[in-house]
């Protein structure tokens, strides 16, 4: 039988989702947590990969197992989030069809960007200082995520080595939220995302909006999917992946 879970997780002390051959990730822990709890091997595929710092409010993986018995879930979670860890959240565990697939049957996905200001101890490794943050036009960055929804492809944006096949996306969301004087917030939705895409992206909003780059520099890379001369990727602290979207 096939099912879902679905977790929350600060990313902080892992070395991202998947299992490597070194390093704690997010990936390897669930599989020691259930395996632990249900007293069998269970290995389980994520609804994608995120780096190394980058925290998820919303994340859902799948695994296989045959149960001889249900047990009360009330219980079953509350041993799971005692051996999972405190970085961990599990909220739930359910059965879905024997072909759902966590990754490839995504529909979309959305992500948060967060950018501070001035320094806070409360919100450590969860949000991005930026020392130049009075210098930032917003107007200037907003223009550049609205330039995104007009295009498909996004070369500029995938880390190089990338394996994937096709650098289509789909872009539904690209917005600057301003909190407060002194918070910003990077909202983004896509039915799938590139290596390393959300945080190139906001580099280069970044960039426009301190005129290290101009706008059609990011519309010629776009149009003619070549590489910027100047791009920055943010650190992960302030990046969440906040929704996955699924038909059930």
């Not at 892992?14 to 990936?27: A, I, L, N, Y």
């Not at 739930?92 to 966590?102: G, N, Q």
């Not at 490794?125 to 020392?131: H, S």
């Not at 107007?139 to 996004?154: D, G, P, V, W």
Request: hydrophobic content about 40%; overall charge positive; charged content about 25%.
């Amino acid at each position: 039988m096939r099912y879902f879970g679905e977790i929350a997780y600060l990313g902080t002390n892992f070395h991202g989702w998947q299992k490597q051959k070194e390093g704690s990730t997010v990936q390897l822990a669930i599989e020691e947590c259930l395996s632990t709890v249900y007293q069998q091997n269970v290995e389980v595929m994520g609804c994608g990969r995120t780096d190394a710092g980058v925290h998820a409010s919303q994340f859902y993986f799948h695994f296989d197992i045959d149960l001889d018995k249900e047990e009360e879930e009330k219980y079953i979670l509350k041993r799971m989030n005692k051996v999972v860890g405190p970085d961990v959240f599990i909220k739930r565990i359910f059965k879905v069809k024997d072909d759902m697939h966590a990754r490839f049957d995504a529909k979309k996905r959305s992500y948060e960007y967060h950018l501070i200001q001035q320094k806070n101890p409360f919100r450590k490794n969860i949000a991005y200082t930026f020392p130049f943050y009075h210098q930032l036009d917003f107007n200037k960055m907003q223009e550049t995520a609205e330039l995104l929804k007009n295009y498909k492809a996004f070369f500029p944006f995938c880390k190089s080595n990338s394996d994937v096949k096709t650098m289509n996306c789909d872009i539904l969301r690209a917005e600057w939220v301003k909190t407060d004087n002194s918070n910003l917030v990077f909202h983004i939705s896509a039915d799938r995302f590139l290596r390393g895409m959300v945080r190139l992206i906001v580099g280069s909003c970044i960039n426009v909006g301190l005129k290290k780059v101009s706008l059609a520099a990011i519309k010629e890379a776009l149009e003619n999917q070549t590489r910027l001369d100047k791009s920055l990727s943010v650190p992960p602290d302030g990046l969440f992946l906040t929704a996955v979207v699924y038909e059930f």
